[in-house]
């Protein structure tokens, strides 16, 4: 399992996601450049981009849909998660550098990470676990919080001629965080329909989810979505999250209580 993060040695873990696009083309350019994301193939209507040869994201065109509401049910974030903090501090170094605007930054206790939003509104996280022998638990909760993220102790693990050279290989999608209407409705789904365990809730308005001891592959608030009722899918942003499972026979296909599309795919 070297060179392996831990959230991909879980029985299910977060495979890709798929974006819906106005403009599939400009949204595509900014996960390649800002994330170095690489273009796998391209379509017709689609684009998909990788880390090395590992399909990560799935944008797909759409003409005549509408403007994402970030008051609805859908993308909060998708979590490209970096094979070490090292990688995170050469992104970081090269963000500063480019002066490529973030929306916020923080320490998480169990991971390190930078937030952006893309060009059509979909919030991205860019980070870095901690090593896990160092996360907290209470029983079955893990101790995850916000506090400022240490930039110059990050930037402190650069060497002289370290560079960033685009998404390393081994970069994947750590966690998906989902917008919901209720966030012990959007629990009670995810424990009893997908088998995902709560590591983590916050009063009732965020929940956060994964297998096999992972801080969280599925994260779901509604701070902005209060009460929302299912998706219209005839707007831009998720289209669906697809799962990887070890013990998946065939592709499954169900939908959350808003709506959202969630895949499960045998593991490779």
Same mark, same amino acid.
């Given at each position: 399992?070297?060179?392996?993060?831990?959230?991909?040695?879980?029985?299910?873990?977060?495979?890709?996601?798929?974006?819906?696009?106005?403009?599939?083309?400009?949204?595509?350019?900014?996960?390649?450049?800002?994330? *170095?994301?690489?273009?796998?193939?391209?379509?017709?209507?689609?684009?998909?981009?990788?880390?090395? %040869?590992?399909?990560?994201?799935?944008?797909?065109? !759409?003409?005549?849909?509408?403007?994402?509401?970030?008051? !609805?049910?859908?993308?909060?974030?998708?979590?490209? $998660?970096?094979?070490?903090?090292?990688?995170?501090?050469?992104?970081? +170094?090269?963000?500063?550098?480019?002066?490529?605007?973030?929306?916020?930054?923080?320490?998480?206790?169990?991971?390190?990470?930078?937030? $952006?939003?893309?060009?059509?509104?979909?919030?991205?996280?860019?980070?870095?676990?901690?090593?896990?022998? *160092?996360?907290?638990?209470?029983?079955?909760?893990?101790?995850?919080?916000?506090?400022?993220?240490?930039?110059?102790?990050? $930037?402190?693990?650069?060497?002289?001629?370290?560079?960033?050279?685009? /998404?390393?290989?081994?970069?994947?999608?750590?966690?998906?965080?989902?917008?919901?209407?209720?966030?012990?409705?959007?629990?009670?789904?995810?424990?009893?329909?997908?088998?995902?365990?709560?590591?983590?809730?916050?009063?009732?308005? /965020?929940?956060? $989810?994964?297998? *096999? *001891?992972?801080? #969280? #592959?599925?994260?779901?608030? !509604?701070?902005?979505?209060?009460?929302?009722?299912?998706?219209?899918? %005839? +707007?831009?942003?998720?289209?669906?999250?697809?799962?990887? !499972?070890?013990?998946?026979?065939?592709?499954?296909?169900? #939908?959350?209580?808003?709506?959202?599309?969630?895949?499960?795919?045998?593991?490779?």
């Amino acid at each position: 399992m070297d060179g392996i993060s831990f959230a991909m040695t879980t029985p299910t873990r977060v495979s890709r996601i798929g974006l819906k696009a106005r403009d599939t083309a400009t949204v595509a350019e900014y996960y390649k450049k800002i994330l *170095g994301l690489v273009e796998l193939s391209r379509g017709p209507n689609v684009v998909v981009l990788g880390a090395g %040869q590992r399909p990560l994201m799935e944008i797909a065109q !759409s003409n005549s849909a509408k403007e994402d509401d970030p008051r !609805s049910a859908g993308l909060y974030h998708t979590a490209f $998660l970096l094979p070490s903090r090292a990688d995170l501090a050469r992104w970081t +170094r090269f963000a500063i550098d480019e002066r490529i605007p973030v929306v916020g930054s923080a320490d998480h206790f169990v991971s390190e990470a930078i937030y $952006l939003t893309d060009p059509e509104g979909n919030g991205v996280e860019i980070y870095a676990d901690r090593p896990r022998e *160092g996360w907290r638990w209470n029983g079955r909760f893990v101790n995850m919080g916000t506090e400022q993220l240490d930039v110059p102790g990050l $930037l402190g693990e650069l060497k002289p001629d370290d560079a960033w050279k685009g /998404a390393p290989d081994g970069s994947v999608i750590g966690h998906v965080h989902l917008r919901v209407g209720d966030a012990g409705a959007a629990e009670e789904w995810w424990n009893g329909e997908m088998g995902f365990d709560t590591v983590q809730s916050l009063g009732g308005s /965020a929940v956060f $989810l994964s297998t *096999g *001891g992972y801080h #969280h #592959h599925i994260g779901a608030n !509604s701070w902005q979505s209060r009460g929302a009722g299912p998706r219209d899918d %005839q +707007r831009t942003g998720l289209a669906w999250v697809e799962l990887e !499972s070890e013990t998946a026979t065939a592709e499954t296909e169900k #939908h959350d209580p808003w709506g959202t599309a969630i895949r499960t795919v045998p593991a490779a």
